[in-house]
Structures are given as C-alpha cells and as structure tokens.
C-alpha cells in the first residue's frame, strides 16, 4: 500500500489549536479557504486573458476549481486501484488554496511586483505568496490556520516544472517558513498529484480561450496532440487524468506515461508560441507590467510622505491613497509600523487586487484628470 512518508501528527499540524468538530481536517480547510476573501476575489483575477468582458473566459477561481476537481479523480482513481492510501480531502483542499496568493493579471503581474522586490533583496513567486496569503495575510494578518499538509501542497504545487514526470514526497518534512523558491517538492502524494493536476487544467482551458479570442484555431494545434491528447477542455482532462491514473496505479511515484509526457511537452511549446507569447499578449503584457510597477513606485512615494500617519492618507484626494491608508491601518498589527516592511506591505496590497480594482487605481494615480476651465 503506497501512502504517505509522515505521521498524521505532523499532516494535520495547525499553527494555533482549535477545537476538532464533526468535519474531517482536510474538509475543514477547504471551508476556510472558499470563505475567505482572497479566495473569492480569484473570480477577478485573470488565467491567461485580463480583466475579460466575456463571461465564458477562464479566470482564477475556475481554474483553481479544475485543479482541485481534478486532483480529488486522480486520488479516486488511484484509491480503487487498490494499491494507494490517499486522502481527497487533502487534495481538493490544495488544490482550492493553491493560487490564492496569485497577483491580478497572471503571471505578468507575478513577474511585474518580483521586479518590484529585487532592488531589496526580497521575491515574488505566486507559490510563496500564496502560502503567505494563508498563514499570515488574511483575516487581516491572522492567517487561515490551515493543516501543515495542505500549507506544504499550497507553496510546493509549481506547475510551471516540466522537468520531473516522477513525483515523490520529500524525505523529509519541508520547514515551509525557510522555502525561497521553487525547487522543493511537497511533503505529500497528494501535493504531487496537485502539480500535475495544475498541468492538466491549464491546457485545455487556454486552449479554448485562445480560440475564443481568435488567437488560435483547432487546427493550429499539433496533428499528433489532437489525435492523442484531444483539442478540447473536456478531452484533454480525461485523457491526461485517466493516462496519469493507469501509469501510476502500479508505481510508488505520480507521472505521465512516456508518450503522453512527450505530447504535453509539444502542447506546452505550442501553448508559450502561440499564446502566452503571441504578439497581441505580449503587447498587453508589456503595458500592464509597467503600470503595475507605477503603482508601486506611486505607493512607496505615498510612504515616504506619510509614514504611518493614517489620518493623513485619509485627507488624500485619491480613493486609492485613501484605501492604502486603510490597508496599511487594518494591518498594523502584523507589519508592527515597521518601515523597513514597507515593500513587502505594498507587494500584499497590489498582489491582493483584482485585474478590475488594479485597473481602477492605475486609471485614478497613472491617468491625468480633467481640467475644469468652467469654475
């Protein structure tokens, strides 16, 4: 029976006690994921395409939907096979929580608000932000108090790491507060599945966006991936989730048959090509990275005038001087007025926004205002 390397003292270890009620622990953190702020405003945060008019474009809060559903039929799968020990739970609470950390605008605002940090020596991955989101942003800096397990997953789950198709558990229990990067692998089978499973819901769905936004059509997509792998969401999640679930069954590793590894390494080179580094994205990407990184420099000019002066951000003009007043104030006591935080507070701050709020503030601090010659 393959099941995972550690105790359950250690999985379902929070960072403060609390009273056990009838849920199970995993199923309890999926509760405190999808009622907290971070994780409903993933329905405003892009996938692939920002701030998108149409309804029926991906955003975060699907895509994270994808992940976890997908994770949880991987466990099943692997359960009925008979050689497995797997948890669900587990994997549906990492995958809810997995990208709650993300920055609006993808992985162009990840890069944009990293670029930010560098010049102090600090990161931004959307991994490790969303673990900061969970054991210390939210709840106005209390955190979730999420399981040790489900926090491991969340900052382990890098799908962007095609170089490994053989996923194990770490030998030993990763210290989550010391991890800078994305090279650890999670403490759990289920974290594995989590990774692969980001794989699967990804493709498919920026496929049919692509389409949707005539960046691409059907028969773009390479001959042998449409024959093998399928050109639709529902097609290229069950084949990569049944192909994961009957290479794995007889293993004590997580990983794609061969073939199919090799047609998702093709569909990922089509998917960067055709879409994530087409012209028409790249030209959006180019204007959002440096609006994004005008308000931050626009935040940090705020500070340097104002400190931790509440009062005087709230006799600010701008509605978006006057709301990082109230963040910086709702957060006192996490970032204890220390200005030395100053660029950690205003990377959580634009990280927290939406595509659709950002927009706003860089329309009201970027835009120049309309001059009244009537008065």
């Avoid at 948890?87 to 605002?109: C, T």
């Avoid at 229990?173 to 289920?190: A, C, F, H, K």
């Avoid at 609006?291 to 978006?320: I, S």
């Amino acid at each position: 029976m393959i099941k995972n390397p550690f105790s359950d003292e250690i999985y379902l270890k929070r960072t403060h006690a609390h009273t056990p009620d009838l849920r199970d622990e995993y199923f309890r953190d999926q509760t405190k994921i999808i009622h907290s702020l971070p994780f409903r405003r993933l329905k405003h945060k892009a996938q692939v395409f920002f701030a998108p008019k149409n309804d029926h474009i991906c955003t975060r809060i699907e895509h994270v939907l994808h992940v976890a559903t997908i994770a949880a039929t991987i466990c099943r799968g692997l359960n009925k096979s008979g050689n497995w020990q797997l948890s669900e739970d587990l994997a549906y609470a990492i995958g809810l929580g997995h990208d709650i950390g993300h920055a609006p605008f993808g992985h162009e605002g990840e890069r944009a608000i990293d670029a930010c940090l560098k010049p102090s020596g600090k990161r931004f991955l959307h991994e490790l932000n969303s673990y900061r989101v969970v054991e210390h942003i939210a709840n106005y800096g209390e955190g979730l108090n999420l399981t040790f397990a489900v926090k491991d997953g969340i900052i382990c789950h890098c799908g962007e790491d095609f170089a490994n198709n053989a996923l194990r558990p770490g030998q030993t229990p990763n210290d989550l507060e010391t991890i800078t990067g994305r090279t650890q692998m999670p403490s759990t089978y289920e974290g594995c599945i989590v990774r692969l499973a980001d794989k699967i819901a990804y493709f498919g769905r920026d496929i049919e966006d692509a389409i949707k936004a005539d960046l691409i059509t059907r028969a773009d997509i390479p001959q042998d991936v449409r024959k093998e792998i399928g050109t639709s969401n529902g097609e290229i999640i069950n084949t990569l989730t049944l192909d994961l679930i009957g290479h794995s069954k007889d293993k004590d590793f997580i990983g794609f048959s061969a073939d199919k590894f090799d047609l998702i390494s093709q569909l990922r080179d089509f998917n960067y090509q055709r879409i994530y580094c087409s012209e028409s994205m790249l030209r959006r990407k180019e204007i959002v990275s440096k609006c994004l990184r005008d308000v931050f420099d626009y935040f940090r000019a705020l500070f340097k005038q104002h400190g931790f002066d509440y009062e005087a951000y709230a006799r600010e003009p701008h509605q978006a001087a006057r709301g990082f007043g109230n963040y910086l104030k709702s957060m006192r006591g996490f970032y204890k007025e220390n200005a030395a935080e100053i660029d950690s507070a205003i990377a959580d701050y634009i990280a927290g926004m939406t595509d659709s709020f950002a927009l706003g503030v860089m329309e009201e601090v970027l835009l120049p205002t309309a001059v009244n010659f009537f008065n």
